[in-house]
């Protein structure tokens, strides 16, 4: 976290109060005059200013689903959150390597991995798979048009490991 988010969570955080500035007694007559101020909660202020300087880590997007669903749906702590991603194939590989940047992720926040982005040469053809929104429709063409899809993607139209295709990592 830097300087700019802890600025930002604080301000988030803020809560305006009632104080008494001046006090003034004449022949029994007290008179208060009361400002308004903002408060923000000493516990915010540590926890925040400890996180100054984290650098925040990354994490696969199934993992931060799973962090999310676990820390806001199921109120878990973290040694059920990780109890319940080894339920999960994908998760538990992952968690097998990654129990620290799990930990971290849950203490102190995440940043979601950028999934890898791919392209489609049809082999018989040398053209490239692309997607026309307008139209809601495929089409081949040249490297420049191409689209450009995720792996999910691909294997949801079976391309992923479709020998007709020639798969690559965009640029």
């Not at 909660?41 to 200013?49: H, K, S």
């Not at 100054?52 to 109120?75: F, M, N, Q, S, T």
């Not at 940043?111 to 089409?139: F, G, P, Q, W």
Request: glycine content about 2%.
């Amino acid at each position: 976290m830097n300087k700019l988010e802890a600025i930002e969570i604080i301000e988030q955080n803020k809560i305006q109060v009632s104080r008494i500035v001046e006090r003034n007694s004449e022949e029994e007559v007290i008179q208060n005059k009361i400002k308004l101020v903002d408060y923000v909660p000493l516990d915010i202020v540590v926890n925040t200013i400890d996180k100054i300087g984290l650098k925040r880590v990354v994490v696969p997007k199934y993992i931060a689903d799973k962090i999310e669903y676990c820390k806001y749906a199921e109120w878990y702590g973290v040694f059920h959150a990780m109890d319940y991603c080894f339920g999960y194939k994908d998760s538990a590989e992952w968690l097998e390597y990654n129990q620290e940047t799990f930990a971290r992720a849950w203490l102190d926040g995440y940043d979601i991995e950028k999934e890898k982005l791919y392209t489609a040469k049809l082999k018989l053809t040398d053209e490239y798979l692309a997607y026309d929104n307008d139209n809601v429709e495929y089409y081949f063409t040249d490297e420049e048009m191409a689209s450009k899809f995720t792996e999910e993607e691909f294997k949801k139209m079976k391309f992923w490991d479709n020998p007709a295709f020639k798969v690559e990592e965009a640029h």
